[in-house]
């Protein structure tokens, strides 16, 4: 069975700082893929971020990154120059071929951000 | 504008009243399913279907049931609510099994109180 491992319940960062939020996945599957997921107070869920397990380059969308270290089971997200609208929980999520469809979150972390 | 929507958004009922949730995608995506989130344990999968008439348990299944008699239309239907079914509910939809496609689109999400 697929599991994501989320280490930091809560984190502060200073705003205009990157700030890296941590992933561990364990999965049995040969090809899956690696979720961020933004959760703002409000309750929604933002797609942030994705990485297949075959990319070889660690994705980018705009102030977010992927930081995919394969070998090592991690998917951590970078946010570059943070900003008080970051202040939200955060998700990691996976998906595999053996999963149904079915993505996989992790508790989630906490971020602050103070001005 | 592409989206999935609930309804309703908030609910507060009582023990054993039937409950529906709507929720209704406007992508033609052929995948659709529900989770429910609960603090501390991240987003868990109750049901989902990988087109129309076709649905499986997920995770949590109990107490739940669905349809899929339109391919834009998901309905989780509550039975016999009981409190333990207090939680935030989402619904998500993507074009195949989600993963594969790199994203799930989520609804806003319904969050239900049962006393």
Redo the contacts between chains.
Sequence with gaps: AQK?TQTQPGMFVQEKEAVTLDCTYDTSDQS??L?W?KQPSS???I?LI?Q?SYDEQNATEGRYSLNFQKARKSANLVISASQLGDSAMY?C????NN?????I????TELSVKP | EAQVTQNPRYLITVTGKKLTVTCSQNMNHEYMSWYRQDPGLGLRQIYYSMNVEVTDKGDVPEGYKVSRKEKRNFPLILESPSPNQTSLYFCASSRTSGWVQGEQYFGPGTRLTVT
């Design positions: 994501i899956y893929g979720f997921y309750g929604e869920m797609f994705y297949g998700f999520a996976s998906g595999g999963q149904g469809g079915k993505l979150f992790g508790q989630g």
